[in-house]
């Protein structure tokens, strides 16, 4: 079974976003790097890149197929997880441990129509 | 459509191994039972067990048997003994391919095809059209048949203690057939991956007993259809419908040395001939990419921001771990060394053309 975790705002495309101050950290479910199977590539924005709700902001490559990566909120990327470009497989290691990029978030409304982990668990059992 | 997909008989057996399953060839299929780079170095460094009853099997019989092989069969047959297997394409008389498939000569007047899943009917149709003429029998035994694949360095070694069956004997490129519970199964030394192995061919019973045996043993690494791909891929074998197909001749994927234009005839050779002295427009290339993005089928490769061709097939490299893939490109950039882009999602990676065999093969012979 997929692990979700308590405290973290997630999306339907299996993103989840933790939120500190005015700054989210966004990142891929365990369910989602356990669909994927072994990740071999994370492409990432750049720093100072905005990222916005719903759109595409990068990908995830396992060895069989590309995933895009879908922002759950709009904001400026401040950082990106450089540890991702050498050692991709630490998504499938610790999904929720391995951020991939930390936005500056413009407008922190967008967090309520996120899921909590209960609803997220739900659709996860869909 | 996904309600008609077709099950092997080893499909309960995925199943229970918590095997992800999807559609191939109009199979429900095993793509991974654990982890595609896990199946991946199991069989470049030990031995893997691969369900491929989806494969389909046509035997040729009869006084023309051999005629019919060599008019439909690019390779040739004519001084082939029992006992031997070919690799060959059946081509359209515009010189596409329509399958690419192994021909075992069983008897000195019978012999065993072995086709793609997702061609089946049509190679059938193909084969049967083509017959006319021919005091030849036809017959598709694809439901007949369920087959294995045991792959790997140690699959000698594995095959003859945990099935009691000797192997050492076959060369590559050979069969034998032998009786067990009172059954033919046919044995060859054969396989997709670029390591030693074998194919194991015979009913659902008998495989369903090689594969509790094998897998049983926990000395052979159940494998899925993705790491197929990744293997196959690595040694520069084609996959049709990729590498090969009604638009890309044997000649433009660099597989001409299966096409013996010394035959009297085949369907296909006078284009095949006519290709030869033209020259070709396109070519099936290697591309190693200078970053570590990753080449998927379909995406664009391009020079000065011209298309010039696309990705057949690509993968970061499980056994190499460089960014690689075979792409059909104009003739004109083919040369080893050529700098190519490709295009992934939204930015161009930079490449190299290279040879398509990625990874030494590894096979005894």
């Known amino acids: 079974m997929s692990k979700v975790i308590e405290g973290l705002y997630y999306s339907e495309s299996h993103e989840w976003v933790k939120v500190e101050g005015n700054y989210g950290y966004i990142g891929i479910t365990d369910y989602a790097q356990h669909a994927l ?28 197929a590309a995933s895009d990566l879908i ?21 499938n290691q610790d999904a929720f441990a391995n951020w991939i990029i930390k936005v500056e978030l413009s407008d922190s409304t967008e967090l309520d129509s996120l899921m909590d982990a209960k609803a997220y668990e739900a659709i996860c059992k869909e | 459509m996904e309600n008609n997909l077709k099950r092997t008989c080893l499909y309960d057996k995925h199943v229970a191994l918590g095997a992800q399953m999807s559609p191939f060839g109009g199979f429900d299929m095993p793509i991974q039972y654990t982890s595609i780079i896990e199946e991946h170095n199991a069989v470049r460094h030990a031995c893997g067990i691969f369900d491929v009853s989806h494969m389909g099997e046509v035997l040729i019989s009869g006084p023309d048997a051999e005629r019919l092989v060599g008019h439909l069969f690019t390779n040739d047959v004519r001084e082939m003994p029992v006992g031997k297997v070919l690799y060959g394409m059946m081509l359209y008389p515009e010189g596409g391919v329509v399958d690419d498939l192994l021909v075992y000569k069983t008897a000195p007047d019978a012999f065993f095809l072995v086709i793609n899943a997702a061609n089946i009917d049509k190679d059938f149709a193909w084969m049967q059209e083509n017959s006319k003429g021919f005091n030849a029998r036809v017959e598709n035994l694809s439901e007949q048949y369920a087959e294995v694949a045991v792959q790997g360095p140690k699959a000698e070694e594995l095959m003859e203690r945990l099935l009691g069956v000797k192997v050492s004997d076959l060369e590559f490129y050979t069969f034998k057939e032998v009786e067990v519970d009172g059954k033919k199964v046919l044995i060859s030394r054969t396989g997709y991956t670029g390591e030693d192995g074998f194919e194991v061919y015979g009913d659902a019973a008998y495989i369903n007993k090689v594969w509790d045996i094998l897998v049983g043993s926990k000395e052979v690494t159940p494998c899925g259809l993705g790491c197929r791909d990744t293997l196959r891929f690595e040694v520069a074998l084609p996959l049709y419908g990729h590498e090969l197909s009604q638009d890309i001749t044997p000649i433009e994927a660099g597989l001409g040395s299966f096409v013996k234009m010394d035959k009297p005839e085949f369907i296909g050779k006078e284009a095949i001939a006519r290709q030869k002295a033209e020259g070709i427009q396109k070519k099936v290339v290697g591309i190693e990419l200078h970053e570590k993005a990753v080449p998927r089928n379909g995406y664009d490769i391009e ?22 893939c075979m792409a059909l490109i104009d003739n004109q950039y083919a040369a080893l060394g050529t700098e190519v882009d490709v295009r992934i999602r939204k930015k161009l990676f930079r490449g190299t053309v290279c040879k398509k065999r990625f990874y030494q093969k590894n096979y005894k012979k």
């Open chain 1, 37 to 64: 199977g072994n990740i071999v590539y994370v492409d990432m924005p750049d720093v100072d890149d905005e990222v916005e709700k719903d759109s595409e902001f990068g990908a995830v490559e396992s060895v069989k």
């Open chain 1, 71 to 91: 922002s759950p909120v709009s904001g400026t990327v401040v950082e990106v997880n450089e540890a991702l470009n050498d050692q991709p497989e630490l998504l």
């Open chain 2, 303 to 324: 020079v000065n921001g011209q298309r010039i061709g696309y990705v057949t097939t690509g993968y970061q490299s499980i056994s190499t771990g460089k960014s690689v």
